[in-house]
């Protein structure tokens, strides 16, 4: 953990960044109505990863899905009720999205410093950072300001998350439908250097793909059978699962990407010069991940009176 400090550097490109995308958003949304939010959030995301260090991508990954579905607007957070339905059963968060009891328990935290200031949203905007950060990433300012949807949209979060047996150009043009671009693509999949994915969702690549290490699909078919086991897990980095590193695109150029999504960015195709030079070069990922997680945390925010602050993550007030 001692790199959770030291990685808090914030580069003054980025934090230009984060100011110009979105003017509604801003670092210092809360600087007088809730100066401490930040560090709130970060003492309980250290708990967090220290009792589960797989914790860190899966925050990250409720960030991603959150934002790809109608903007970071947190609506993945609400629950489904007789009279609501939410996304968290939407095909690709059920049973795999997680996480959702660490962001309650920031909220609970945050609500008694601030009562009724900072959003969901926003929350979820900072763990997903700090996770990072404690798996030895790279920080980013986060712009601040987002307010939390009243609706939730199942059939979004159904047609417009990427899949994992997605080709290229399908990952391309999902990606660009949130104004995201190729090269932030490749830079987002980075995200798969931490995490572990469910059986289900590499079986056809590690029993029908040719482009893959067979050594590496051996080893991955010992614990993911041809039926059953639809949901024992595997490390999507098989050299540091729980390590924020370039590892995932060196991985990937010797054919051991987990998913076949993943190793679409490095077959043949417009993304391999980028992918070899991720993983030749560490500095250069951390900055462009970075970047990237601050124009998708802008994608299509709730601002002024738009939406509202939840009091509970998981119901619209």
């Known amino acids: 953990m ?22 509604q958003l801003s670092p210092n949304f809360y600087a007088s109505t809730c100066p401490n939010v930040q560090k709130i959030v970060r003492v309980e995301m250290v708990q967090a990863v220290i009792r589960e260090p797989r914790m860190g991508a899966s925050i990250l990954r409720l960030f991603f899905h959150d934002c790809f579905v109608n903007g970071c607007d947190a609506s993945i957070l609400l629950d489904d009720t007789a009279t609501f339905t939410g996304e968290k059963n939407a095909l690709p968060n059920q049973n795999s999205v997680r996480g959702f009891e660490v962001i309650d328990t920031i909220k609970t935290r945050v609500e008694a410093a601030c009562k009724a200031t900072v959003s969901c949203a ?55 439908a949130k104004g995201l671009n190729a090269d932030d693509m490749t830079a987002l999949s980075g995200s798969h250097t931490i995490g572990q994915a469910q059986c289900f969702t590499f079986r056809s690549r590690i029993y029908n793909d040719t482009n893959i290490d067979p050594n590496f699909a051996a080893t991955r078919r010992s614990t993911c059978p041809v039926s059953g086991g639809n949901s024992n897990l595997a490390p999507l980095d098989i050299q540091t699962m729980n390590k924020f590193d370039n590892n995932y695109y060196q991985n990937l150029m010797t054919q051991r990407g987990l998913l076949h999504s993943d190793q679409e960015l490095f077959n043949g195709g417009s993304q391999d010069a980028l992918v070899r030079t991720y993983s030749a070069n560490n500095a250069l990922f951390f900055g462009d991940f970075a970047a990237a997680m601050v124009k998708m945390s802008n994608i299509s925010p709730l601002t002024g009176t738009n939406g509202e602050i939840r009091s509970n993550c998981r119901v619209v007030n």
């Open 122 to 176: 926003d929350i979820l905007a900072l763990a997903a950072r700090d996770g990072v950060v404690l798996l030895g990433g790279p920080s980013w300012t986060v712009p601040l300001g987002r307010r939390d949807a009243r609706t939730a949209n199942q059939s979004a979060a159904n047609n417009d998350l990427p899949a994992p047996f997605a080709n290229l150009s399908a990952l391309i043009s999902g990606f660009a």
């Open 2 to 23: 001692a790199s959770f400090t030291n990685s808090f550097v914030v580069f003054s490109i980025i934090s230009v960044l984060a100011c110009s995308i979105n003017a």
